[in-house]
């Protein structure tokens, strides 16, 4: 082991990290945006709106995510309508790229763990809303959608560390994340073990301190969860 | 139809290799993971750490990442090893070698939680019975235990397949010529990087299709006998 490389690298793992961390969070919080008006189309009952969520998440999930993100920065540039658009500029950019390609990715996953989700409420809760007069839209505004929230944060959570897992894919396209950093590192010093160890603590304790955020919040929405007060008389 | 430029015949031979890579992994993880298991639920502690370390450790870190260091880590280990030998030769690990052995260790680290969980779901009656029965350790593992862990680990072992085969598309970057790489060749010399990665894209999806397909029908051979619970 070769202490004084470790050390050297250290600053550059740390700003791979910054990358790293913006690319997941940034990519979770549009997925779970797009994700809800797709898992609600997916549970709809007219055969014509729930097919595109379905294909959607078949593509997305059928496919690695090393080709779709292929697809979106060098496939888009075939054609002469998207290189003459406004949006070039901004799909010429690894960053945005990465970004737009991991939001897509992670969206198909989300909605299959919010339509699980949606469907876990009890049906109880849902006639019971319609018995008061709710109307459809209300009920998901203030139950359904609540509840799946509830419901899926367990699941998201997984995601969100699957994302940040295969946010390592975005080294393939320039980008100096953690693992783009590790590899231009090993490039200067051949050091595989050194290098590959130190990027992977990195993506370790991101892991760990992810999985405790979420457990955290867990814990915040499931008040009714919290152990009984025992009461020895 | 898509216009391939004739270079169809070069996906299929790519979509070959993916296909050997998949398997080849599959293989070695199915190993390491019953491997895994074993040393979790072993009496002997050292064991279990070993188990449990392994798959906390791997689950933990990018599979990218894994592989990259299995294919650039795993010529500077053998030659480390080598030397102390005498054989002081550069030794070139071969990117399927590499891209098996990664992939085959990730497998097996998600397989080894799948494989402990079925393996503590089979009811210990059955395997005190078989003792009972005059069975040694081995035989009651083979013959009672194991048959079982197939059908209760199955369907999750179908996710972790799918995933393996996704997986395959990472070692296109260390220098296989699997579909990946061959897509990616054919777009350097046609330059329509879109339609060649949509076709592989296809390919993909016609792969995890056949092999969705593949596994419900297996799960249901693996369940004849079993009541399906009411839904």
């Known amino acids: 082991m070769n202490g004084q490389a470790i050390l050297d690298m250290l600053p550059l793992l740390a700003e791979g990290a910054l990358l790293t961390l913006q690319l997941v969070f940034l990519s979770a919080f549009v997925g779970l945006c797009l994700a809800v008006p797709m898992a609600i189309a997916r549970v709809s009952k007219n055969p014509w709106v729930s097919l595109w969520p379905r294909l959607y998440v078949f593509f997305f999930r059928g496919t690695p995510l090393l080709v779709q993100l292929f697809l979106v920065y060098y496939g888009l540039g075939q054609f002469e309508a998207v290189r003459e658009s406004l949006v070039w500029p901004v799909l010429r950019d690894a960053y945005w790229c990465a970004a737009i390609t991991f939001s897509l990715h992670t969206a198909g996953y989300i909605t299959e763990i919010l339509r699980g989700a949606i469907q876990t409420v009890p049906t109880g809760e849902i006639e019971a809303a319609r018995a008061i007069g709710m109307n459809p839209s209300q009920i998901y505004k203030s139950i359904l959608l609540p509840r799946a929230f509830r419901i899926a944060l367990p699941a998201y959570g997984n995601e969100l560390i699957l994302m940040l897992k295969a946010s390592a894919l975005a080294s393939t396209i320039t980008l100096l994340d953690i693992t783009g950093m590790a590899r231009t590192v090993y490039a200067k010093n051949y050091l595989p073990v050194e290098t590959f160890v130190t990027a992977g603590a990195f993506y370790l304790v991101i892991t760990y301190v992810l999985t405790h955020l979420i457990r955290f919040l867990e814990k915040h929405l499931h008040p009714d969860r919290k152990e009984p007060v025992v009461i020895i008389g | ?231």
């Open chain 2, 1 to 231: 139809m898509i216009d391939l430029h004739g270079f169809g015949a070069q996906l299929l031979a790519g979509t070959i290799v993916t296909l050997q890579l998949t398997l080849a992994a599959l293989i070695l993880g199915l190993i390491l993971g019953l491997l895994g298991a074993t040393a979790k639920l072993s009496q002997t502690t050292p064991f279990r750490w070993l188990g449990d370390g392994y798959s906390t450790l791997v689950r933990g870190l990018p599979e990218f990442l894994v592989v990259l260091s299995f294919y650039f880590g795993a010529s500077q280990a053998l030659m480390a090893v080598a030397s102390k030998f005498g054989y002081r030769e550069y030794i070139d690990v071969s990117a399927f070698a590499a891209g098996t052995a990664a992939l085959g260790f990730i497998f097996g680290a998600y397989a080894s939680e799948l494989f402990r969980g079925s393996i503590i779901a089979i009811p210990k009656g059955q395997a005190e019975a078989a003792r009972a029965l005059g069975m040694s350790t081995r035989q009651t593992f083979l013959r009672i235990t194991l048959p079982q862990v197939w059908r209760i680990a199955l369907p999750g072992l179908g996710n972790l397949f799918m995933i393996l085969m996704k997986d395959t598309a990472l070692v296109s970057v260390v220098g296989l010529e699997e579909l990946m790489r061959v897509t990616a060749f054919a777009v350097g010399r046609t330059k329509e990087p879109f339609t060649f990665y949509l076709a592989a894209a296809v390919i993909y999806l016609i792969l995890t299709s056949i092999a969705s397909y593949g596994l419900r029908r297996l799960e249901k051979r693996a369940s004849l006998g079993i009541r399906e619970l009411a839904s």
